[in-house]
Structures are given as structure tokens and as C-alpha cells.
């Protein structure tokens, strides 16, 4: 009797952590990915992305971000997305994504409107820690905007500046990501 007392506090225990685990999905987005040339400047927007973050204490949060890289357009036309497409190497690696786990609470965004977060971003294959200051906003219909915008050099993932024009025309090696990622609360937190 005594054991299964046990094991019932256990699986209680278990119960309510599992109960009070909160998990997040994207909702909506906005990613431009923009640089500059000898020419001119250039901007791609990222169509295919999705992404989760979850909670089982409301201070631990572990994310993850997955993008289609195929599904950059750029604001240049086809020929350009052609040499995007192969300098992403994206034949190869297609998906694009960052990976966090982070202790803080993300998405008080009443108290901490700001957050620096520290993660993995990998890009044509390659894995570098990447830190990302982001803004926290509470919208109206309960759902998390997060928003911000970084830099990322090409060569630190093994990307060769593309070049067009038999060479006329080369990208700088800086590359800005500017994103919008509304992320909206799953109505169902028990993840078992």
C-alpha cells in the first residue's frame, strides 16, 4: 500500500508538471534579410517558417526556429534568387535554423520589454553561437511579438559573397536580418 501511495504521488508530481507546461507556435512573421553591393543595395523575404518555444516553469524556455531557405525571394528578381539560392548552398541544406535554451522570462513582456538571447543559427550546414537582442510586445489577441534585427557575416558560414555581372557586381560580405515572429500561446500546454 505504502508503494503505491509512492507512485502515485509520483505520477501526480509528474501530473502537474506536465500541466504546467507552456508551449508556443508561430503564428505569423516578417524576416527581410537585406545587404548592400558595388551596385546596389538588395533585400530577400523569407516565406516558410515556423517555430515553437516551451515552458514547464515559465523561466526556462528552450526555441527553435526553422526556416525553408528555398523560400527567400529577392526584391532583384529570379536571376538573383538563383545566386542566392546557390550560395546558401541551399540544394544541399535547405533548412536554415536557430536553436536556443535560454532562463529568463521570455515573454513577461510587461516587466522585461527587452531581451538579449543567445542561440545557434545554422546556414549552409555551419553552426555558430549567434546573440540576439530582441523586443517583447503583448498584443491584444494574447499572442507574443518578438522583434529585432541583427548581423551576420557570409563567411563565417562558409559563403562565398555571390557575384554577378561576370563578376561586375559583388555583395558585401554583411549580411541584416530584421524580423517580426508573433508566436501565440497553444490552447492545449499538456505536451504528453
Given at each position: 500500500?505504502?508503494?503505491?501511495?509512492?507512485?502515485?504521488?509520483?505520477?501526480?508530481?509528474?501530473?502537474?508538471?506536465?500541466?504546467?507546461?507552456n508551449?508556443?507556435?508561430?503564428?505569423?512573421?516578417?524576416?527581410?534579410?537585406?545587404?548592400?553591393?558595388?551596385i546596389?543595395?538588395?533585400?530577400?523575404?523569407?516565406?516558410?517558417?515556423?517555430?515553437?518555444?516551451?515552458?514547464?516553469?515559465?523561466?526556462?524556455?528552450?526555441?527553435q526556429?526553422?526556416?525553408?531557405?528555398?523560400?527567400?525571394k529577392?526584391?532583384?528578381?529570379?536571376?538573383?534568387?538563383?545566386?542566392?539560392?546557390?550560395?546558401?548552398?541551399?540544394?544541399?541544406?535547405?533548412?536554415?535554423?536557430?536553436?536556443?535554451?535560454?532562463?529568463?522570462?521570455?515573454?513577461?513582456?510587461?516587466?522585461?520589454?527587452?531581451?538579449?538571447?543567445?542561440?545557434?543559427?545554422?546556414?549552409?550546414?555551419?553552426?555558430?553561437?549567434?546573440?540576439?537582442?530582441?523586443?517583447?510586445?503583448?498584443?491584444?489577441?494574447?499572442?507574443?511579438?518578438?522583434?529585432?534585427?541583427?548581423?551576420?557575416?557570409?563567411?563565417?558560414?562558409?559563403?562565398?559573397?555571390?557575384?554577378?555581372?561576370?563578376?561586375?557586381?559583388?555583395?558585401?560580405?554583411?549580411?541584416?536580418?530584421?524580423?517580426?515572429?508573433?508566436?501565440?500561446?497553444?490552447?492545449?500546454?499538456?505536451?504528453?
Amino acid at each position: 500500500m505504502k508503494k503505491l501511495s509512492v507512485l502515485i504521488s509520483i505520477l501526480l508530481g509528474f501530473g502537474s508538471f506536465a500541466m504546467a507546461q507552456n508551449s508556443y507556435t508561430v503564428k505569423s512573421h516578417d524576416v527581410v534579410l537585406s545587404g548592400t553591393s558595388n551596385i546596389h543595395s538588395w533585400t530577400a523575404n523569407l516565406a516558410s517558417l515556423s517555430g515553437t518555444v516551451k515552458s514547464s516553469d515559465n523561466l526556462t524556455y528552450e526555441g527553435q526556429i526553422v526556416a525553408n531557405g528555398k523560400s527567400l525571394k529577392s526584391s532583384k528578381g529570379s536571376v538573383m534568387d538563383k545566386i542566392m539560392h546557390e550560395a546558401l548552398k541551399l540544394d544541399k541544406f535547405p533548412v536554415i535554423s536557430y536553436k536556443t535554451m535560454l532562463r529568463t522570462k521570455l515573454f513577461d513582456c510587461q516587466n522585461l520589454p527587452e531581451s538579449i538571447n543567445i542561440g545557434y543559427l545554422t546556414v549552409a550546414g555551419i553552426t555558430n553561437t549567434l546573440s540576439i537582442k530582441a523586443q517583447c510586445k503583448l498584443l491584444a489577441n494574447g499572442s507574443i511579438e518578438l522583434s529585432g534585427n541583427f548581423d551576420v557575416l557570409m563567411s563565417d558560414y562558409g559563403i562565398e559573397q555571390p557575384t554577378a555581372l561576370f563578376g561586375m557586381l559583388k555583395t558585401d560580405n554583411m549580411v541584416n536580418v530584421a524580423f517580426r515572429i508573433e508566436f501565440q500561446k497553444n490552447k492545449k500546454s499538456n505536451l504528453l
